[in-house]
């Protein structure tokens, strides 16, 4: 299923969460994955601990689930044969804590305690609901989409009023909110929750390991803000000149008298003195 609105690495994303949710949900999978927890089993053990099942029902879901590498049938002898995980199959495990986590948070609370593995049956009969997982990938991108908006990126190929089933659907599971008709459709606080599921699932379905789900660029953690930093001018790089005292004016004298020997740089001779004529000055 391509979703025009979205990126081909999301639509790969939304396509491989679905086919995993697509193994575990059918009736009584998730049970048979539980019970092969351990050590490879016979099928008598198996159809010891599920023994409500019929020999009719047990085969074909353990050929379906071996088919979609969950389970490993391992022919010893021709009268001995045994069923064990695969290494998908034990991974995948991982993943159903989760969702029991989620439905104690976010389900109805019922009339008496539920064993978890129906937690997990009805989670998994919400989550794999028709358009539900693309439904609330796009819900989850892009905060609020009106319906018609909503129907294109699911549904482009199909008439736009197709979208309103599936949404009504979710809006009464409670994983989507709208404020009304005509209003734009968001994912509730339980939509929001699914988060570590979808995020393990998409690790999961990837090959990858499931330790970094918490970063998937849709249902991952919102990055950190930023820790603000206080900035600083570079400093100067002369240092500041010793502080001084300031001077001190000396008491107001009487202005200097200048000579004129003080504007030359070199003494000026003095002026002989001529002898005086006998008998007195010269007329």
Sequence with gaps: MALSGLTPETDADIARVTEALAMITPRWNARILLALSGPPQRYSEI??????????????????????????????????????????????????????AWAENHLETADRPLPAIEQIEDSLTLLTRRHAAAILWVLKS????????????????????????????????????????????????????????????????????????AQHPVWGDPPAAPTPTTWVSNPSRLSAPASSPPPVRAAQTSRPVWQG????????????????????PRR
């Design 142 to 213: 892009r905060e609020e989409v009106s319906g018609r908006a909503l129907a294109r990126i699911v549904m482009p190929s199909s008439d736009w009023s197709n979208i309103y089933p599936p949404l009504r659907q979710l809006v009464a599971d409670g994983l989507v909110d709208t404020d009304g008709i005509g209003q734009p459709y968001r994912l509730s606080v339980a939509g929001h929750g699914l988060a570590p599921v979808f995020g393990a699932l998409s690790a999961w379905s990837a090959g990858r390991s499931m330790a970094p789900a």
């Design 261 to 280: 020997p003080d504007l030359f740089s070199h003494p000026i001779a003095a002026r002989p003195t001529a002898a005086l004529p006998a008998g007195g």
């Design 47 to 100: 159809a010891g601990k599920i023994s409500w099942l019929q020999d009719s029902q047990l085969h074909p879901k353990l050929r379906t689930l071996c088919d979609a590498g969950l389970v490993q049938r391992t022919e010893h002898t021709s009268r001995h044969v045994t069923y064990g995980h695969t290494a998908r199959g034990t991974a995948l495990l991982s993943v159903l804590p989760m969702i029991v």
